[in-house]
């Protein structure tokens, strides 16, 4: 993947650019002499370059449009980051690869960052890429399962993640049903050929902008998609991007480089929604869907990467992540509450 580069900092870039424009005061213009916003007066930083490794939490997919819209389009350049995305071999171990300094940042997800914090991990939530749920209840276009109020005697595929459990239970309780009134089947990430195949009647972890176009293409038919706003379970930011909170603290130039890194997402996120293009044509170097799905997947997604609450591109509602702890809680996902304030920060995004 090719590498980019591009800075943002706050206190030490305002002295600077003060300092720049007593200079140009007092020499008159000069095309060498950087600008008061910490660039080159070209657009380009004057930040020292930096590098930084990011893990995935999946394969490269239309979830990931600002990181590789950004890649492909030099906003990390501008921000002298070489930024080099990498999928492990263990997709869940997102969190304990950046609490132990094995990857710089990782993309990962909100729920997760409260688990961290009971396990004592030194990450740090700084910013969210997908800002709203993607993940939904899903079957086919022939499943007795057309909604919430039809899941009773339904069979759920679950991928077997805490989070399953919690939203099941949340379905039961809003539809007055028991816990033997719907069957759970662990299938793992197999979740789309459990459906395709109909060994289950609907499946939790889909996410709908992906697997649901996926499904529509394979079957000609949309799926009955439920999304989790339907389902009683509170707002959250599917994806966001995960830091060392220790390094953060003592590395400044770590922690400047992660302050870049976010500046270059967020504008790239913006500029990818005004290119749909533009955003197409990366996903389809960057991804193995075929070009047919990425041509539904990729302008469903763009909106998504916009708070539907109106929050600026990247930024986290720290209330909103304390509804989620408290449900959470009592789903019994948590033994206590999580201060959202000690594993999320809008710190290092200047624009919150």
């Known amino acids: 993947m090719r590498p980019k580069k591009k800075r943002n900092t706050r206190s030490r870039m305002l002295a ?44 490269p997919n ?82 007795k399962v057309q909604g919430p109020d039809t899941v009773s005697g339904a069979t759920i595929g679950v991928a077997g ?10 379905i039961r309780q809003s539809q007055g049903l028991s816990e033997g009134d719907v ?52 707002t959250y930011d599917e994806l966001i991007v995960v830091a060392n909170s220790e390094r953060l603290v003592d590395d400044a130039e770590y922690a400047d480089a992660v302050s870049r890194f976010l500046t270059a997402m967020t504008e790239a996120t913006v500029a990818a929604q005004a290119d749909e293009a533009g955003s197409l044509e990366s996903m389809k170097q960057n991804t193995e869907y075929t070009d047919e799905e990425l041509e539904a997947m990729v302008p469903d997604t763009l909106p998504l990467l916009s708070s539907p609450e109106g929050f600026e591109t990247g930024c986290f509602s720290l209330e ?16 206590s509450a999580v201060d959202p304030a000690t594993i999320a920060t809008n710190d290092y995004l200047p624009g919150c």
């Open 161 to 170: 993640l805490p989070f399953d459990d919690a939203i099941l239970q949340t």
């Open 320 to 335: 909103n992540w304390q509804t989620f702890g408290d449900w959470m809680v009592d789903n019994d996902l948590l033994a």
């Open 16 to 59: 600077l650019g003060v300092a720049s424009v007593l200079l140009l005061a007092a020499c008159g213009s000069d095309s060498e002499t950087p600008a008061a916003d910490g660039t080159d007066g070209a657009g380009g930083s004057t930040a020292a370059p930096a590098t930084l490794k990011v893990a995935l939490d999946w394969f």
């Open 183 to 234: 069957e759970s089947v662990n299938v793992g990430f197999d979740l789309v050929p459990a459906l395709l195949s109909k060994k289950v009647d609907a499946a939790i972890g889909t996410y709908f902008n992906i697997e649901g176009i996926h499904i529509e293409s394979q079957t000609g038919e949309p799926p009955v998609i439920v999304k989790m706003s339907e389902l009683g379970v509170p």
């Open 62 to 143: 239309p979830d990931h449009i600002a990181l590789y819209y950004a890649q492909d389009n030099g906003f990390f350049d501008d921000q002298n980051l070489t930024v080099e995305f990498e999928v492990p071999s263990d997709v869940t171990a997102g969190l304990k690869l950046v609490a132990t300094n094995k990857f710089d940042l990782s993309i990962f997800y909100q729920g997760d960052m409260f688990f961290a914090s009971e396990e004592g991990l030194p990450v740090t939530a700084v910013g969210s890429l997908v800002p709203q749920p993607l993940n939904s209840l899903m079957a086919l276009a022939d499943s």
